[in-house]
């Protein structure tokens, strides 16, 4: 094997791997945010906040998490596309890049929204219930994640299931699956705690499956393994 040919395997090995971590850290934070918030706060519609007093260290915590967790779902999104190479189709790989972009502009923006209402809350309580500042802005945020976040996973998803069908990277029954979770996310009406961690766990599986591949495929390309 040739210096350039052993770079190029070198390298095909670490992309994918890079890919799987950065999905299971994006999953795990983003899926422990999710949970955290859930066990905070109340089901939207309940007027009562006195929630926030008892329970804003887990809120804030889970605050926190949600910057780390976009880094690494930003890397999860340039190493696949980095892994695709000549292979991307431009229809697709832009709605796969514009919709991903757009999960996350929505989970920053809807984390500093709650972020400042936490914060505005802590000084201000009485003023932000009685002049309906509070209500106004847990309405924005239920759009946010429950409506608008949503429906950009689900986008993501189809993406993805399409490119990994038409470049043949990907098991056709991997993407017939994100099909149909896609659609659930795409076509939900009522707001689910159990459909909101679809995405991260679907990420999840996609990245230990991707990692266990690239393992494999490793020591197949080990001296000790099978030779090509």
């Known amino acids: 094997m ?29 899926g422990a945010s999710r949970v955290l918030l ?17 329970n804003a260290g887990m809120v804030s915590l889970a605050l926190n998490l949600i910057p780390y967790a976009g880094i690494a779902f930003l890397w999860f999104i ?4 980095d892994l695709l190479g000549d292979l991307e189709d431009r229809l697709f790989a832009t709605v796969f890049l ?20 936490l914060s505005s809350f802590m000084i201000q309580s009485n003023t932000m219930v009685e002049s309906g500042v509070y209500t106004y802005n847990r309405a924005v945020l239920y759009q946010i994640v429950n409506v608008y976040s949503i429906r950009m996973a689900g ?38 705690f159990w459909v909101v961690l679809i995405f991260p766990s679907w990420v999840f599986a996609v990245s230990v499956y991707i990692l266990v591949r690239n393992l494999r495929h490793q020591s197949l390309e080990s001296p000790g393994g099978m030779r090509e």
């Open 38 to 54: 859930y066990l905070s706060i109340p089901p939207y519609g309940t007027a009562d906040t006195s929630w926030m007093e008892t």
């Open 2 to 30: 040739t210096e350039t040919q052993a770079s190029i395997t070198r390298r095909s090995l670490k992309t994918p791997r890079s890919a799987a971590i950065a999905g299971i850290i994006f999953a795990v934070l983003y």
């Open 155 to 192: 986008a993501f998803m189809i993406s993805m299931g399409t490119i990994w069908i038409r470049t043949g990277l990907g098991h056709r029954g991997w993407a017939f699956a994100t099909y149909a979770l896609a659609l659930v996310l795409l076509l939900t009406i009522d707001f689910s």
């Open 98 to 117: 514009g919709s991903g972009l757009l999960f996350l502009a929505l989970t920053f923006i809807s984390g500093a929204i709650a972020g400042g209402l």
């Open 78 to 81: 340039g190493v696949v596309r």
